[in-house]
């Protein structure tokens, strides 16, 4: 089966006093959505970005702005980024007290929903909402910070979760995120993931467009090797 790898430019990393050069040049390179981290310093150990900046980057890109909720009550802030111009809202099931509610929170407000599960959490106890989701997103380091190291046992979720698709009958999309670069995105692609979340890796040395063209060919070349 052949898969479909999409290159997802996280701003995390980028020069945020020239977001909008960094975005068009992660655009020309080849990422198809952009990933924005937002983070409250209560469900991990830092802060980061908020509706008005998503707001801000809807002006200057039409991709799909993929927002990772890394924050505790989530069920409060999902309208705000519906009215801010957000298209895709993944949250963490170790953070919503009620997943079920939540995720048809962000259908109602006309976004495609996500879970996002940290490196201890098995993909198993997802198997209930699966089928409410747009896609899924394995953290394949721990949550927080950009710059870390991947985390190994991440393939064998990327795979349980291929497998459960497949079981299952459906087609969510599989997202990968944390320690994406040169020397793993050829193994998560061959894992089973599709949506390849990289931060640090395209934009850390101020070659972004460059940068998302190497890392997306290796990922169809890793692909194409896997489809054969």
């Not at 407000?109 to 490196?119: A, E, R, W």
């Not at 089928?131 to 949550?143: E, G, K």
């Not at 079981?167 to 997202?175: S, Y």
Request: charged content about 20%; overall charge negative; some cysteine.
């Amino acid at each position: 089966m052949r898969i479909l790898v999409e290159l997802v430019p996280s701003i995390l990393s980028s020069d945020f006093a020239h977001l909008a050069d960094e975005v068009a040049a992660a655009e020309r390179g080849g990422g198809t959505v952009i990933h924005v981290d937002v983070m409250d310093g209560h469900f991990v150990p830092n802060i980061t970005l908020g509706p008005p900046v998503v707001k801000s980057l809807r002006k200057v890109t039409s991709l799909p702005l993929d927002c990772h909720l890394m924050i505790e009550n989530a069920d409060d802030f999902i309208p705000a980024f519906a009215d801010a111009g957000a298209n895709w809202i993944s949250v963490h099931y170790e953070a919503c007290r009620h997943l079920h509610r939540t995720i048809q929170l962000i259908s109602q407000h006309g976004m495609k929903p996500g879970v996002v599960i940290n490196p201890a959490t098995p993909v198993d106890l997802l198997i209930p909402v699966l089928p409410m989701l747009h896609h899924v997103l394995i953290m394949s380091v721990n949550p927080g910070f950009g710059g870390q190291e991947f985390i190994p046992y991440s393939l064998t979720k990327l795979s349980r979760l291929r497998e459960l698709r497949q079981q299952m009958g459906l087609k969510f999309r599989i997202e990968v995120d944390g320690g994406v670069a040169h020397d793993t995105i050829a193994a998560v692609v061959e894992a089973g993931a599709e949506l390849l979340v990289a931060g640090s890796a395209v934009f850390s040395s101020g070659r972004a467009e460059q940068n998302a063209r190497e890392l997306l060919a290796a990922a169809r070349k890793a692909a194409e090797s896997n489809a054969a």
